[in-house]
C-alpha cells in the first residue's frame, strides 16, 4: 500500500518521502527499488511533510511519533485486522470508527480517513486522469473542511474521484465488514454504497451501540 501510494504521488508529481521504523539507511534500497524518485528519511523528517500518509499495521498505531505530528495533516490509510493486528477493544469498538481512536491518540495532528477500501491493485493500475470515463472514486472522511478539501485536491491529483462521506465518525463506512471495502467503484456508485450503510448489518450494529449510548 505504502510504496502504491508512492509511486502514485511521484507521478502526479509531488516531492516524495518514506520512512519506516528504523533508520533511514535500512530502508534505502527498498526505497529505490519500490519507488524510484522517492527519498528514505527519518519518520521525525516525514511528519513534517504537507501532507503524511500512514499505512503501517494499524495495531501499531502507538509507535507514531505523537510530538512530531502535532500540527500535520495526517491521512490515515490504515485498517484494523484482529486476525493480524490482535484482538484490541479500542479499534473494535462501534462506538467509534478507528480514525477517531487515531485522531485522540494523534493530539495536534488532523486526521483524514481515506486510501484504505480500495484494493492496492485498482489504486495502483486504475488511476485516470479527471473527467475520464469509468473514472474510480476514493470516500473521505474528517472533522476539518479545509482538510477534507485539500486530501480530496489530493485524492484527484493521483487519479480518482474524491467522494466526501462526512465527519470522521463516518469513516467506520469505509472499513473492513463493509460493503465499501474493496469496492473500486465510481463515484456514484461509491455515494449510493454510503447511502445504503446504515441498512447493512454493520451499520445496524453501530446504529444500535451509538443510540444506546444516548440513552
Known amino acids: 500500500m505504502g510504496a502504491a501510494v508512492a509511486r502514485l504521488s511521484l507521478a502526479a508529481g509531488y516531492d516524495v518521502a518514506i520512512a ?12 529505490r527499488h519500490e519507488a524510484p524518485g522517492a527519498t528514505a ?11 503524511v500518509v500512514l499505512a ?5 498505531f502507538r509507535a507514531l511519533p505523537v510530538e ?15 486476525e493480524y ?3 484490541v477493544p479500542e479499534l473494535s469498538d462501534p462506538l467509534t470508527s478507528t480514525s477517531q481512536t487515531l485522531q485522540s491518540f494523534l493530539v495536534g495532528a488532523r486526521v483524514v480517513k481515506t486510501l484504505n ?12 486522469p479527471a473527467g475520464a470515463s469509468g473514472r474510480k472514486a476514493l470516500a473521505i472522511a474528517g472533522d476539518d473542511p479545509r482538510d477534507v478539501a485539500a486530501v480530496c485536491a489530493y485524492v484527484d491529483a493521483i487519479g480518482f474521484d474524491p467522494v466526501v462521506a462526512g465527519d470522521l465518525s463516518t469513516g467506520v463506512m ?16 461509491v455515494r449510493a454504497i454510503l447511502d445504503r450503510f446504515w441498512d447493512s448489518q454493520r451499520g445496524r450494529v453501530v446504529a ?6 444516548l440513552e
Open 85 to 87: 493486528d490482535g484482538a
Open 20 to 31: 519506516g521504523s528504523g533508520a533511514p539507511e535500512s530502508i534505502a534500497t527498498l526505497v
Open 56 to 60: 503501517i499495521p494499524r495495531g501499531k
Open 117 to 128: 477500501h480500495m484494493s492496492v491493485y485498482a489504486l495502483e493500475h486504475e488511476a485516470l
Open 208 to 213: 444500535r451501540a451509538r443510540a444506546a449510548r
Open 174 to 189: 469505509l472499513e473492513p465488514d463493509t460493503a465499501l471495502f474493496a469496492a473500486d467503484e465510481t463515484a456514484e456508485e
Open 68 to 82: 512530531a505530528l502535532a500540527g500535520s495533516l495526517v491521512i490515515d490509510a490504515m485498517n484494523y485486522w484482529w
Open 41 to 51: 528519511v527519518t519518520a521525525a523528517d516525514a511528519a513534517r511533510a504537507d501532507i
